[in-house]
């Protein structure tokens, strides 16, 4: 759906994107990843042709962003961290404004209609925006982005600043949406591309970081975190020659990782192991590492990673 081949962008000697390539599939909900600074809003700009990259392309399902930016860009739907909404229209006045703006091939009227029910706000269409709370003027800037049917849509922080009950309604939305478009999710909620991304892409210093499917980022499903009383060199002696045992390590906050050969259920060794060497085992538990620990450890090791590179917590 979106091929990128060695993106680069120069604002004099500062190269703010660094020879980026990398494909977007069709319905693939991508979680675009990032520290302040990284790239991650230049890049989507070129995405979108809002910039002009100093090297490299951008083809948007076969168009390329910048010799055919109008069939490029009627395939995008873009939702910006602060919404383009004009606060003194109601919103079927905006959604309507919108789709003439567009040039939107569907009829207008059963169009706007059924966008809205789709997002959730059939019941405000009436309502001036600016009367709106924040979470519905969220989904409408969500419903110009969906104005047209684009196959793409690019959603840049599109739960800053909403309540818990509305990040969850903005969240199952997303994931909604992943079913019938490709999205591309910028977000500093870690927690939130863990739940809803199929694909993450990490950037650091304008390069890639890391992509891959968020599970391998985080690291193998059956691994378990274990709390362990005794000195942590001959708890990790111990547990490292039980067998079915790949690996262990200590995970910086008193617990102990284990993570087991492929297939194997190390449990009822460990506690065995541990008992026999009267070393206490207080609790032990499954383990999957979370994005945001991922995110941390590529991010100070500062080189680049392939799936399933960020193995230790």
């Not at 230049?42 to 090297?55: D, P, Q, R, V």
């Not at 059956?222 to 490292?240: D, T, Y």
């Not at 383990?287 to 590179?309: P, R």
Request: with cysteine; glycine share 10%; charged share 20%.
């Amino acid at each position: 759906m979106i091929e990128i081949k060695n993106l680069t962008k120069k604002y004099g000697n500062h190269t703010a994107v660094d020879n980026i390539s990398m494909e977007i599939h069709d319905n693939e909900v991508l979680g675009f990843l990032g520290p302040n600074g990284a790239g991650k809003s230049t890049t989507m700009n070129m995405i979108t042709g809002f910039l002009s990259a100093t090297s490299g392309t951008v083809l948007v399902g076969g168009a390329d962003i910048l010799s055919d930016p109008l069939r490029a860009r009627r395939q995008i739907g873009y939702l910006p961290e602060i919404p383009p909404l004009y606060k003194d229209l109601t919103a079927w006045e905006y959604l309507s404004f919108v789709h003439g703006l567009k040039r939107c091939p569907q009829n207008k009227k059963t169009h706007v209609q059924e966008i809205a029910q789709r997002v959730g706000i059939s019941n405000i269409l009436h309502r001036l925006i600016g009367n709106l709370s924040k979470g519905y003027q969220q989904r409408v800037g969500l419903a110009q982005a969906l104005l047209g049917d684009p196959p793409i849509l690019i959603l840049d922080e599109p739960t800053v600043g909403l309540d818990p009950a509305q990040i969850v309604e903005i969240r199952d939305l997303i994931r909604e949406l992943g079913q019938r478009h490709t999205v591309i999710l910028s977000t500093h909620i870690l927690p939130e591309a863990q739940l809803v991304c199929s694909r993450v892409v990490m950037i650091q210093n304008g390069r890639l970081a890391a992509d891959g499917p968020a599970e391998s980022l985080t690291g193998s499903p059956g691994r378990l975190c274990a709390e362990i009383r005794g000195a942590p060199e001959q708890v990790l002696s111990l547990l490292r020659a039980v067998r079915g045992v790949s690996d262990a390590w200590e995970d910086g906050e008193g617990r102990f990782l284990i993570q087991p050969e492929e297939g194997e259920d190390v449990r009822e060794a460990v506690f065995y192991a541990l008992a026999e060497a009267r070393t206490p085992l207080v609790g032990l538990r499954d383990s999957q590492g979370t994005l945001e620990q991922a995110f941390l450890q590529i991010m100070t090791k500062g080189g680049s990673a392939e799936a399933g590179d960020a193995g230790h917590d």
